[in-house]
């Protein structure tokens, strides 16, 4: 499947506690999905325990409950590993990996040239940027 724009990564997915636990898959770079989409079949290998839930809706229009949790993100070409929400999804689906991800591993998606690019992360605005009073 190959899309124009749309551009793959190796992600290493990681169980936080037990790190031993992981897999590699090959992900879709989905800047339109909020966080990252990996079937649950795949989490469950790995003893992935959720944190909660979330109501999405799908890109057919769907809407759907899915339970989410915090795992360990490394990601083909980019430094270190990052904690990083991810959704539980149906056995089957495709593996997405999100705004979210991309924003805590400060790239954007260059979809003509097929990257991830560093970026620089805004903190806070105008605010952010003042000296507190004494």
Known sequence: MA???MFQKKVRVCNPIKKHLAFEQAFWIDTGALYSYVPEDWL???EAEPSGSRDLVLADGRTSRRLIGT???EVEGLE???GCPVIFAPPGSLFLLG???LEC???AADPVNKQLKPILSVIGGFLASQT???
Do not use: R
């Open 44 to 46: 469950e290998k790995i």
């Open 3 to 5: 899309v124009m724009g």
């Open 71 to 73: 795992l360990t993100l």
């Open 99 to 101: 705004a979210t991800a």
């Open 105 to 107: 591993f400060g790239v």
């Open 80 to 82: 270190g590993a990052m």
């Open 132 to 134: 507190a009073p004494s």
